[in-house]
């Protein structure tokens, strides 16, 4: 961060800046310079807080200057500069009581901003016809509890669940709330009306966005609003909670007939290159295109029962709490990790779509998609993980068997209890669907 404004003293770092003619009379003592110290010897620390300070500035300022109309951030940051041009802190008013005093300038200066006058012809204090920055600069002196932003909300709610914003979960969240910001604003949790969320919901369908991904977004924002009007005790329910949306447009995915994923395990082996070894593995084993493409060479295990080893890294997330599972190898899926484990000599099996902060999946599923549609079979990754499901069923498997091998959510209660089955238990139902690759 650039060290603006600042002035060393005898080791202790100050805050010094001009300020402008045109708001100089903002502060009392109408001073040419603001000067106060930084209250650290830390360059680093010192810096920080003067960006702070000179962000709140620049918001007054803005404001002194015509624009009263703050929203969200700017609308706090001249509140407490406004507060600080008086010398003033948040709660204050509690030593003034303790003193029975009242700040004059403070409130002389909040009457002449409101332009209102009383009963009797004196300067009045009237909230709804007074600048929204001057009110809440009025409210922290009082020493009211603020709301929080909307973009502070979302920090407190990922801390609160250890959500990493860098990671793929944490840009989708922000993804969202900045798609939500540009169409309104970053404010206060509790200053939104009803017609903004649904407003929101029309220009997400408007620009052609699917209905899917419509309820998406809402997934990402109304956790943060819960947990937000929660923790700072606000009356409910929020702006997008039970928002109505039309009836799903999605289509319904074709699973892979067993002729079409022979075929394809059958090519796969034939031209046996890193692609196809993807394919294949996905074909026998139900992984999820971004699972399959984020392993690394020691997440398979060959041993008496070969296995691969589904679990979080550093190039991505997993979908749910149940996508962390161990997925016997069989058929073309054996086929495959005995290729990968053989002939990968990087970290990674797929480079060139996963490594530490570059995650392609999207691309690789395009390469994927591409060839499949070559082969003339027009169906995604997405419908050979689920064709899975349909040939372990076709062989009675249990539906407990079915969802910790596909990494699918528990039906009941009951089966989120224990271990889940054995690798061999699972490896056995496996061992059925396992198709002849043989001409």
């Not at 002196?141 to 669940?161: N, T």
């Not at 493409?293 to 080893?309: A, N």
């Not at 589904?310 to 991505?316: A, L, M």
Request: glycine share 6%.
């Amino acid at each position: 961060m650039e060290a603006k404004y600042l002035q060393n003293r005898k080791g202790v770092w100050y805050f010094r800046r001009r300020i402008p003619d045109d708001v100089r009379t903002l502060y009392p003592e109408r001073r040419d310079v603001l000067f106060f110290s930084l209250k650290t010897r830390s360059q680093a620390e010192a810096a920080r807080r003067a960006h702070e300070h000179a962000l709140r500035q620049d918001a007054l300022w803005k404001a002194r200057r015509g624009d009263v109309n703050l929203l969200g951030p700017e609308e706090r940051q001249a509140a407490y500069a406004f507060l600080e041009a008086y010398g003033l802190n948040p709660g204050d008013r509690v030593q003034y009581d303790a003193a029975g005093i009242w700040p004059d300038e403070f409130m002389d200066e909040i009457k002449f901003l409101c332009r209102e006058t009383g009963q009797y012809g004196e300067p009045a204090y009237v909230r709804e016809r007074t600048p929204g920055y001057v009110n809440l600069a009025y409210d922290l002196f009082l020493g009211e509890k603020l709301s929080p932003l909307f973009s502070e909300a979302v920090s407190q709610y990922q801390a609160a669940k250890r959500e990493d914003p860098k990671s793929k979960k944490g840009k989708a969240r922000w993804n969202a709330v900045n798609r939500f910001f540009a169409y309104s604003a970053d404010r206060p949790v509790d200053r939104y009306e009803r017609e903004e969320a649904n407003g929101f919901v029309r220009k997400l369908l408007d620009d052609g966005n699917k209905v899917a991904t419509v309820k998406r977004y809402l997934n990402y924002l109304t956790p943060v609003l819960r947990y937000a009007f929660a923790e700072n005790g606000l009356p409910g329910p929020h702006v997008f909670e039970n928002i109505v949306l039309p009836k799903s447009d999605s289509v319904v995915r074709e699973p892979f007939t067993i002729n079409e994923i022979s075929q394809l395990q059958k090519i796969c082996i034939e031209r046996d290159d890193s692609l196809r070894w993807a394919v294949a593995l996905i074909s026998d084993t139900g992984l999820r295109l971004g699972e399959a493409i984020g392993l690394k060479v020691t997440d398979f295990s060959l041993g008496e029962v070969p296995y691969v080893s589904i679990r979080e890294s550093d190039v991505r997330d997993l979908k749910t709490a149940r996508s962390t599972r161990e997925v016997p190898l069989v058929g073309a899926a054996l086929w495959a990790a005995q290729r990968i484990v053989a002939n990968t000599k990087s970290e990674y099996v797929w480079p060139k779509y996963a490594v530490p902060g570059d995650f392609k999946a999207t691309s690789a599923s395009n390469a994927i998609a591409k060839w499949v549609r070559a082969q003339g079979i027009d169906k995604t990754m997405h419908s050979l993980r689920h064709s899975i499901r349909d040939r372990l069923r076709d062989v009675n498997a249990p539906e407990e068997i079915i969802d910790q091998v596909g990494g699918w959510s528990a039906r009941s209660a009951g089966q989120r209890y224990g271990r889940g089955a054995s690798l061999s238990v699972k490896a056995e139902w496996l061992e059925k669907i396992v198709l002849d690759t043989r001409d």
